[in-house]
C-alpha cells in the first residue's frame, strides 16, 4: 500500500549552531516549525564509534548488546528529540495516527539544508516515547527537491547492471562470491522472468561509459570500494584503472557518466563503504546524494561497512519488495527487516541510507509474459561486444582499449582514509576501528590468556602485491615478523635494497603506506584497509580477524626483482 508523507526541511536556525525544524506536509497534524540546537561537531566526531557499534552487532558469538545498541540509541534519541520537538512532534504523532486509521504507512521525508546535517545518522532516530526506531516502522527517506516525474512503465523484465571493481592495492574482493550473492538474492526474480540480471566486471571509466550507451538499464548495483576524500569533500568510488591499480573517481564525475546513459536508471544501489557518507560543507557532496542531485531518482548506499549476511540480507529482501511493485522506500525498509531477522541483535539495519527524488513509485512493472520465466537462462554479463547478444557468455569488455599501457606510479593514494570493501568481511573492519578508539565491545580480556604459537617462513618477492603469511589473526593476538634478504628495485645494482626499502626518504610518491619507506616490506590483515610498517621486523597486535599478509610498499612492482625471506611467529 502507498505511504502517506510527512515531510520536513531541516536547516540552518537564527543564531549558530541553531537549527529549524520546518513540517512542509504532514497528514492531518498541520505545517508547525520549531527551532533547536545541536552540536553538530560532536555527533559527527561520534561516527567511528557508531560504526564500531554497528559492526560489532553483527558478531553474534561475543557481543554485549546493551552496549553496542546504547550508542546508537543514545544518539538517535538526542536527533529526535531536536529535531522534533514540540508542535513538530505532535504533528508527527497525529501523522502516524491518521494514516494508521487509513492503513497507511508514513514516510518520514527529511530535507536537510543545512550543511553538515547530512553526515548525522538520521537513519537511527528513536522515539523514547513509543521505544521505536522510525526507519523500522515507516520508510524514511533523505529527500532531494525535484519536479514531478511520471512513473516509469516497464514491460518485464527489470534490467539489473551488475558492476563489480577489485582494483590490485585494496583488499580484494572474491568477485565469484560477491556475483553468487546477488543472482542469490535476485534467483527467484530472474526465474520467473521479472528481473534480469547483467555483470561487467573489472569496472572500468571506459567500459562503463560504452555499456551506458549500448543498452538501456533500470538499476544499477555498484559493488566495490568506496571513501571519501576529506581534502575536496567529496565521495569516491574506486574504479579499475588501466594499470589495474584504483582509479578514483569523484560523485561529480560519475554523474555526469551516467547521464550519458539513454534513459538514465531510474536506481542506482551503491554497495560500497561511506557511499551514503556525507560531509560537513557541502549538502551533496556524498557519492549518494550527488548522484540524486544530479538526475538520478533514487540512490541506496551504505553510511557504514556492512557485513557478508547482512548485505545478502538486504539484497534479497530490497529486490523482493521491488519485484512486487513496492515504492522505492518501502523496498529499502524491507531490506532493514530483512536484515533484521538475519541475526539478533544487529544493528546494521541502521546502515543503508536512502536519497529521493520526488516520488518514491519509480517502476510500474507489468505482467510477466506467459512464455516467460518456463527455462530462465543464466544472468548474463555485459561484458559482451555490441554485436553479441547481451545473454552470450563470451567476456569482452566494452570500449576496452586494447593498446598497450605502461604502468603508472600512483600518487594519490595517501589522500583518502579507505574503510575497505563492504561486503568484504566488514566485520574486520569495524573491529579495527573499535581497538584504534581502544573499545572493548565484547568484554573479557581483549588480548586473550593462554593459547598457543605458530611459525610459518615464506618468501617475499619484491614484484608480487602481497603474499599470504599462512596464520590467521584474531582480535588481541600479537605477531612477530623478523624480514631479511635483499631485492633490486631494476636492473642496475645500486637499485639493491633490504627489507627496510629506501632508507633515505627517497621517492615518496611511489608508496602506498605513506609512513613508511619506499619499496620496504609491509603488512595487513585480509579483512582491513589499514596496513602497517614492517621493515626488517616489527611487533604487531592484531585490531580485528584475518589471514596476515606480507608486501611491498612500492606502487609500481614491475621492475623489482628478488625476494626478501620472513619468517612469523603468532602468540595467541
Known amino acids: 500500500m502507498d505511504p502517506a508523507v510527512m515531510e520536513l526541511e531541516i536547516g540552518p536556525g537564527p543564531e549558530p549552531g541553531s537549527y529549524v525544524t520546518r513540517v512542509l506536509r504532514s497528514v492531518g497534524g498541520g505545517e508547525p516549525s520549531e527551532t533547536f540546537r545541536l552540536d553538530l561537531d560532536e555527533l559527527v566526531d561520534r561516527r567511528p564509534l557508531l560504526e564500531a557499534s554497528v559492526l560489532a552487532s553483527a558478531v553474534s558469538a561475543r557481543r554485549v548488546l546493551s552496549d553496542t545498541e546504547a550508542v546508537i540509541q543514545d544518539v538517535g534519541r538526542r536527533l529526535f528529540d531536536a529535531a522534533f520537538a514540540g508542535s513538530v512532534a505532535t504533528a508527527y504523532r497525529t ?102 540480471l547483467s555483470w561487467l566486471e573489472d569496472l572500468t571509466w571506459d567500459g562503463l561509459h560504452a555499456t551506458l550507451l549500448e543498452d538501456a538499464w533500470h538499476v544499477l548495483h555498484f559493488i566495490g570500494h568506496g571513501a571519501y576524500d576529506t581534502a575536496t569533500d567529496e565521495g569516491v568510488l574506486a574504479f579499475v584503472g588501466r594499470d589495474g591499480r584504483a582509479d578514483y573517481v569523484t560523485a561529480s564525475s560519475l554523474a555526469d557518466l551516467l547521464d550519458e546513459a539513454e534513459p538514465t536508471p531510474r536506481l542506482v544501489v551503491l554497495n560500497s563503504c561511506q557511499s551514503g557518507t556525507g560531509g560537513p560543507t557541502d549538502l551533496f557532496s556524498g557519492t549518494a546524494a550527488a548522484l540524486a542531485r544530479s538526475g538520478i531518482r533514487a540512490v541506496a548506499a551504505m553510511q557504514f561497512s556492512i557485513s557478508d549476511t547482512a548485505a545478502l540480507a538486504f539484497s534479497r529482501a530490497f529486490y523482493t519488495a521491488l519485484a512486487h511493485n513496492r515504492g522505492i522506500d518501502e523496498a529499502v525498509r524491507s531490506g532493514r527487516i530483512g536484515i533484521l531477522g538475519a541475526g539478533r541483535g544487529t544493528l546494521e539495519w541502521v546502515t543503508p541510507v536512502l536519497y529521493l527524488r520526488g516520488d518514491a513509485h519509480l517502476f510500474d512493472l507489468g505482467p510477466v509474459a506467459a512464455d516467460r520465466g518456463q ?120 637499485s639493491q635494497i633490504g627489507p627496510d626499502g629506501l632508507t633515505g626518504g627517497e621517492r615518496p610518491e611511489w608508496r602506498v603506506l605513506s609512513d613508511a619507506n619506499t619499496a620496504s616490506v609491509i603488512g595487513r590483515l585480509s579483512t582491513t584497509p589499514e596496513m602497517f610498517a614492517v621493515g626488517t621486523g616489527t611487533t604487531y597486535i592484531c585490531p580485528s580477524q584475518g589471514d596476515l599478509q606480507l608486501g611491498i610498499n612500492d606502487t609500481d612492482l614491475a621492475d623489482n626483482s628478488g625476494e626478501f625471506g620472513a619468517v612469523v611467529t603468532l602468540n595467541q
Open 95 to 196: 501523522s502516524i495516527a491518521v494514516a494508521s486509521e487509513r492503513g497507511h504507512s508514513v514516510q518520514i521525508s527529511l530535507r536537510l539544508t543545512a550543511p553538515g546535517l547530512a553526515a548525522l545518522p538520521w537513519e537511527a532516530l528513536y522515539d523514547a516515547d513509543t521505544q521505536r526506531y522510525l526507519c523500522r516502522k515507516e520508510p524514511l527517506v533523505r529527500n532531494v527537491p525535484a519536479p514531478h516525474t511520471p512513473v516509469l512503465q516497464i514491460t518485464p523484465p527489470l534490467r539489473v547492471l551488475g558492476m563489480i571493481s577489485s582494483p590490485r592495492g585494496l583488499p580484494m574482493l572474491d568477485v565469484e562470491l560477491e556475483r553468487a550473492r546477488l543472482e542469490e538474492a535476485l534467483e527467484p526474480h530472474i526465474a520467473d522472468g521479472r528481473v534480469e
Open 375 to 494: 527455462t530462465p537462462l543464466p544472468p548474463a554479463r555485459a561484458e559482451e561486444t555490441a554485436q553479441a547478444p547481451v545473454s552470450t557468455a563470451e567476456r569482452v569488455q566494452p570500449g576496452a582499449d586494447t593498446t598497450p599501457d605502461t604502468p603508472r606510479r600512483w600518487t594519490r593514494w595517501g589522500r583518502w582514509a579507505i574503510v575497505g570493501g563492504a561486503v568484504v568481511l566488514a566485520v574486520g573492519a569495524g573491529l579495527a576501528v573499535a581497538a584504534a578508539l581502544g573499545l572493548n565491545l565484547f568484554g573479557g580480556d581483549p588480548g586473550g590468556s593462554g593459547g598457543s604459537d605458530s611459525t610459518a617462513e615464506l618468501a617475499v618477492p619484491l614484484d608480487v602485491d602481497w603474499v599470504d603469511v599462512g596464520l590467521y589473526c584474531t582480535l588481541g593476538d600479537e605477531v612477530v615478523i623478523e624480514v631479511s634478504g635483499r631485492g633490486w628495485l631494476d636492473e642496475t645494482p645500486e
